[in-house]
Nanobody, 121 residues
């Protein structure tokens, strides 16, 4: 069994910061790309940021320059540092990871349960 567990969400004022964490646990051989997505009420889920195993990153246009994604491969954990938060960043944030349980088998558990981020104006 593989699990992804997010933490670090909460309520913050506009201009503030939060740091999200997502730890993968269980029968893990390796993890390739890891990512954060978010979904606001009434909107489609959108990609926030991705990071490869080697540390190459990519960001959605709405968060560039404000958010930083990073990972600790030894701890099977991905982070999202969110600075200069805006009310429009309010959403449920989901961790996503490409997890392999052996050389040939990809895990079906790829998403965390989500953590709520609320930014007040």
């Amino acid at each position: 069994q593989v699990q992804l567990v997010e933490s670090g969400g909460g309520l913050v004022q506009a201009g503030g910061s939060l740091r999200l964490s997502c730890a993968a646990s269980g029968n893990i051989f390796t993890i390739n790309d890891m990512a954060w997505h978010r979904q606001a009420p009434g909107k489609q889920r959108e990609l926030v940021a991705t990071v490869t195993r080697s540390g190459r990153t990519n960001y959605g246009d709405s968060v560039k320059g404000r958010f930083t994604i990073s990972r600790d491969n030894a701890a099977n954990t991905v982070y999202l540092q969110m600075n200069s938060l805006k009310p429009e960043d309010t959403a449920t944030y989901y961790c996503n990871a490409d997890i392999w349980i052996n050389r040939y088998t990809r895990s079906n558990s790829r998403w965390g349960q989500g953590t709520q981020v609320t930014v007040s104006s």
